[in-house]
């Protein structure tokens, strides 16, 4: 099992200003075959932000982020790792309970950049499977490529019925910073509209769950609104 620390290394360089999903936009494909879009904004504009969190369910973290959530009257985006659905079950029926959205984030967090789509779609399927047998008739709208090495994923997700989900700002919470600058990489990098990626699973999240309950009262205070990430073809 990879280490999440390396979730999202192929793309830090680059996510502070341009990240890898932003790139991805409908265009031609092998084939003759449309790639879906990969959203990397919320449903609605103005000062909106869609909260998302990977590499869960995880027992020390997860029903503390749960608790700030609903304290908040937020709901977020959780991109569930297949391993980990397995492992905690009840943690998937938690998430759901709290009308927050399910996103499949693969069985075991390998990167399918080179796979094909027969190969993909089979760990989609089985990662959608256990999600469903963690918590039966669960919606699974998202899904989301380990390390943004999507391949041939968004075509094969969309086939299955998810839509590919980017993010517009990532903060490197996968090497915690301490709770200070995880808050300030949320203030300075925010933008309007802007899907933002977070941890709540893959490593001690501590730090997440610190940032995220101080950071939703001031967004607030500033004007701003908490959404769901789009969905388009």
Same mark, same amino acid.
């Given at each position: 099992?990879?280490?999440?620390?390396?979730?999202?290394?192929?793309?830090?360089?680059?996510?502070?200003?341009?990240?890898?999903?932003?790139?991805?936009?409908?265009?031609?494909?092998?084939?003759?075959?449309?790639?879906?879009?990969?959203?990397?904004?919320?449903?609605?504009?103005?000062?909106?932000?869609?909260?998302?969190?990977?590499?869960?369910?995880?027992?020390?973290?997860?029903?503390?982020?749960?608790?700030?959530?609903?304290?908040?009257?937020?709901?977020?985006?959780?991109?569930?790792?297949?391993?980990?659905?397995?492992?905690?079950?009840?943690?998937?029926?938690?998430?759901?309970?709290?009308?927050?959205?399910?996103?499949?984030?693969?069985?075991?967090?390998?990167?399918?950049?080179?796979?094909?789509?027969?190969?993909?779609?089979?760990?989609?399927?089985?990662?959608?499977?256990?999600?469903?047998?963690?918590?039966?008739?669960?919606?699974?709208?998202?899904?989301?490529?380990?390390?943004?090495?999507?391949?041939?994923?968004?075509?094969?997700?969309?086939?299955?019925?998810?839509?590919?989900?980017?993010?517009? +700002?990532?903060? @490197?919470?996968? %090497?915690?910073?301490? *709770?200070? !600058?995880? /808050?300030? &990489?949320?203030?300075?990098? =925010?933008?309007?509209?802007?899907?933002?990626? +977070?941890?709540? @699973?893959?490593? %001690?999240?501590?730090? *997440?769950? !610190?940032? /995220?309950? &101080?950071?939703?009262?001031? =967004?607030?205070?500033?004007?701003?609104?908490?959404?769901?990430?789009?969905?388009?073809?």
């Amino acid at each position: 099992m990879l280490a999440t620390g390396l979730c999202l290394a192929a793309v830090a360089v680059t996510a502070a200003t341009a990240p890898a999903a932003q790139a991805h936009r409908p265009g031609p494909a092998q084939g003759g075959k449309t790639t879906p879009a990969i959203v990397d904004s919320t449903r609605h504009g103005g000062n909106t932000v869609a909260l998302t969190f990977d590499d869960g369910p995880n027992p020390a973290d997860t029903p503390r982020l749960l608790r700030v959530l609903r304290e908040q009257r937020v709901k977020a985006v959780f991109c569930l790792w297949g391993d980990h659905v397995e492992a905690h079950p009840e943690l998937v029926r938690k998430i759901v309970a709290g009308g927050h959205t399910l996103c499949n984030h693969s069985m075991h967090h390998d990167d399918m950049g080179a796979w094909s789509e027969e190969e993909i779609r089979a760990d989609l399927r089985r990662t959608s499977a256990a999600i469903r047998k963690a918590a039966p008739g669960a919606r699974i709208p998202y899904f989301r490529a380990p390390y943004g090495s999507w391949g041939k994923s968004p075509e094969v997700a969309a086939g299955l019925g998810m839509q590919p989900l980017g993010w517009r +700002l990532v903060v @490197g919470d996968w %090497d915690p910073p301490g *709770t200070d !600058e995880l /808050v300030s &990489r949320l203030e300075e990098g =925010l933008t309007p509209g802007a899907v933002v990626l +977070l941890h709540d @699973g893959g490593g %001690d999240r501590s730090q *997440t769950v !610190e940032a /995220v309950e &101080r950071i939703i009262p001031k =967004l607030r205070s500033e004007g701003w609104r908490f959404d769901r990430p789009a969905r388009r073809g």
